[in-house]
Protein backbone atom coordinates (compact mmCIF):
# COMPACT_ATOMS: atom_id res chain seq x y z
CA UNK A 1 0.00 0.00 0.00
CA UNK A 2 1.59 3.51 -1.09
CA UNK A 3 1.40 6.79 0.80
CA UNK A 4 -0.66 9.26 -1.04
CA UNK A 5 0.60 13.08 -0.72
CA UNK A 6 -2.81 15.14 0.93
CA UNK A 7 -4.28 17.67 -1.78
CA UNK A 8 -3.34 21.56 0.15
CA UNK A 9 -5.88 22.02 2.74
CA UNK A 10 -6.63 18.35 3.10
CA UNK A 11 -4.83 15.67 5.75
CA UNK A 12 -5.87 12.26 6.74
CA UNK A 13 -7.30 11.34 9.71
CA UNK A 14 -6.45 8.29 12.28
CA UNK A 15 -8.27 5.75 10.03
CA UNK A 16 -7.08 6.96 6.61
CA UNK A 17 -9.80 8.78 5.50
CA UNK A 18 -9.42 12.35 3.93
CA UNK A 19 -9.86 15.56 6.26
CA UNK A 20 -9.99 18.93 5.61
CA UNK A 21 -7.51 20.78 7.97
CA UNK A 22 -7.83 24.68 9.17
CA UNK A 23 -5.38 27.16 7.24
CA UNK A 24 -4.98 30.73 7.44
CA UNK A 25 -7.81 32.51 9.30
CA UNK A 26 -9.62 29.84 10.40
CA UNK A 27 -7.11 28.39 12.36
CA UNK A 28 -6.81 30.87 14.60
CA UNK A 29 -10.32 31.27 15.85
CA UNK A 30 -10.46 30.21 19.08
CA UNK A 31 -12.45 27.12 20.23
CA UNK A 32 -14.57 29.28 22.77
CA UNK A 33 -14.41 32.78 23.36
CA UNK A 34 -13.93 34.51 26.56
CA UNK A 35 -16.51 37.42 27.13
CA UNK A 36 -15.78 38.16 30.58
CA UNK A 37 -15.34 42.58 30.67
CA UNK A 38 -13.04 42.26 34.25
CA UNK A 39 -10.78 39.80 32.29
CA UNK A 40 -10.85 42.18 29.22
CA UNK A 41 -10.39 45.37 31.38
CA UNK A 42 -7.76 44.00 33.07
CA UNK A 43 -5.77 42.80 29.86
CA UNK A 44 -6.43 46.01 28.44
CA UNK A 45 -4.75 47.60 31.11
CA UNK A 46 -1.40 45.58 31.45
CA UNK A 47 -1.34 45.78 28.34
CA UNK A 48 -1.21 49.56 28.14
CA UNK A 49 0.89 49.46 31.56
CA UNK A 50 3.73 46.75 31.30
CA UNK A 51 2.62 45.73 28.21
CA UNK A 52 2.56 41.75 26.66
CA UNK A 53 5.02 40.37 24.23
CA UNK A 54 4.20 37.44 21.62
CA UNK A 55 7.03 34.69 21.17
CA UNK A 56 7.16 31.92 18.12
CA UNK A 57 5.17 30.74 15.51
CA UNK A 58 2.48 29.66 17.81
CA UNK A 59 2.72 33.16 19.66
CA UNK A 60 2.88 32.11 22.97
CA UNK A 61 1.89 34.76 25.22
CA UNK A 62 4.14 36.43 27.93
CA UNK A 63 4.02 39.97 30.34
CA UNK A 64 6.72 42.15 29.99
CA UNK A 65 8.55 42.48 33.52
CA UNK A 66 10.77 44.91 33.00
CA UNK A 67 13.44 45.81 30.80
CA UNK A 68 13.83 43.00 27.91
CA UNK A 69 12.65 40.59 30.68
CA UNK A 70 9.54 38.70 30.44
CA UNK A 71 7.47 35.92 32.21
CA UNK A 72 4.87 33.25 31.60
CA UNK A 73 1.31 34.60 31.84
CA UNK A 74 -1.67 31.86 32.39
CA UNK A 75 -3.29 29.90 30.00
CA UNK A 76 -6.41 31.99 30.33
CA UNK A 77 -4.94 35.21 30.04
CA UNK A 78 -3.00 34.22 26.90
CA UNK A 79 -6.09 33.12 25.62
CA UNK A 80 -7.85 36.60 26.05
CA UNK A 81 -4.99 37.83 24.37
CA UNK A 82 -5.33 36.11 21.78
CA UNK A 83 -8.89 36.49 20.62
CA UNK A 84 -8.30 40.62 21.50
CA UNK A 85 -5.16 39.77 18.84
CA UNK A 86 -7.66 38.13 16.31
CA UNK A 87 -10.68 40.90 17.04
CA UNK A 88 -7.87 43.69 16.25
CA UNK A 89 -8.48 45.34 19.57
CA UNK A 90 -4.52 44.37 19.72
CA UNK A 91 -1.70 44.33 17.15
CA UNK A 92 1.71 43.18 16.78
CA UNK A 93 4.49 45.48 16.57
CA UNK A 94 7.84 44.73 16.37
CA UNK A 95 10.45 42.77 17.12
CA UNK A 96 12.38 43.06 20.17
CA UNK A 97 15.13 40.70 22.08
CA UNK A 98 13.34 39.32 25.52
CA UNK A 99 14.80 37.10 27.61
CA UNK A 100 12.99 35.42 30.28
CA UNK A 101 15.00 33.18 33.62
CA UNK A 102 18.05 31.93 31.49
CA UNK A 103 16.34 31.96 27.94
CA UNK A 104 17.16 34.43 25.80
CA UNK A 105 15.39 35.39 21.95
CA UNK A 106 13.61 37.75 19.95
CA UNK A 107 10.02 38.25 19.87
CA UNK A 108 7.20 41.37 19.13
CA UNK A 109 5.67 43.48 21.35
CA UNK A 110 1.91 43.88 21.43
CA UNK A 111 0.67 47.64 20.71
CA UNK A 112 -2.74 48.64 21.70
CA UNK A 113 -4.10 50.56 18.78
CA UNK A 114 -5.69 54.24 19.29
CA UNK A 115 -9.08 52.93 18.28
CA UNK A 116 -9.12 50.52 21.83
CA UNK A 117 -7.85 52.91 23.66
CA UNK A 118 -10.65 55.54 22.77
CA UNK A 119 -12.95 52.09 23.19
CA UNK A 120 -11.54 51.78 26.35
CA UNK A 121 -11.64 55.60 28.01
CA UNK A 122 -15.17 55.25 26.59
CA UNK A 123 -16.28 51.90 28.82
CA UNK A 124 -14.22 53.39 31.41
CA UNK A 125 -16.80 56.58 31.46
CA UNK A 126 -19.95 54.65 30.84
CA UNK A 127 -19.80 51.44 32.60
CA UNK A 128 -18.03 52.14 35.51
CA UNK A 129 -15.03 49.85 35.50
CA UNK A 130 -13.29 48.40 38.60
CA UNK A 131 -9.87 48.55 39.36
Given amino acids: MGWKVPDSGVGIDLFGEPVEQ ?3 EGARKRAREVNDKDLIASVLRTALGEGYAVIGH ?5 R ?3 RGEIEAV ?3 ESDMVS ?3 DQDLLRVGGWHDYTCGSSAGRGRSVLVPRATRTLLNRWAV ?3 LPG
Fill in 126 to 128: LKG
Fill in 83 to 85: QLL
Fill in 22 to 24: PNG
Fill in 64 to 66: CAG
Fill in 74 to 76: PRY
Fill in 58 to 62: PMRVY
